[in-house]
């Protein structure tokens, strides 16, 4: 079993910045893809970034140039640097960490439960 806890959420006025913590803990062998998503009301998830065990990033349109993405694989912890906020990337963050139990491939995916990120205008 993995736990996901995601931290860092709140209220920003638009152009300020925000960080997400995420953290894995549990049993698991490996840590793999570990990423942010964001669900607004009415919408789906939708992928903000994610990174690689070995650090390669991947980044929604939308938030390319703003958003930083990174990671301490020795914490097993996952960062979010959110900056230049606009209104509309008010949303729930969730954490999303990709896992092996074992050394086989197995690639299990676990959640975080969601925090919430609140830009005024």
């Known amino acids: 079993q993995v736990q996901v806890v995601e931290s860092g959420g709140g209220l920003v006025q638009a152009g300020g910045s925000l960080r997400l913590s995420c953290a894995a803990s549990?049993?698991?062998?490996?840590?793999?893809?570990m990423g942010w998503y964001r669900q607004s009301p009415g919408n789906q998830r939708e992928l903000v970034a994610t990174i690689t065990s070995g650090g390669g990033t991947n980044y929604a349109d939308s938030v390319k140039g703003r958003f930083i993405i990174s990671r301490d694989n020795a914490k097993n912890t996952v960062y979010l640097q959110m900056n230049s906020l606009k209104p509309e990337d008010t949303a729930v963050y969730y954490c999303?960490?990709?896992?092996?139990?074992?050394?086989?491939?197995?690639?299990?995916?676990?959640w975080g439960q969601g925090t919430q990120v609140t830009v005024s205008s």
């Open positions: 999303n960490a990709n896992y092996d139990i074992t050394s086989y491939r197995t690639n299990n995916a676990g």
């Open positions: 549990g049993r698991f062998f490996r840590i793999n893809a």
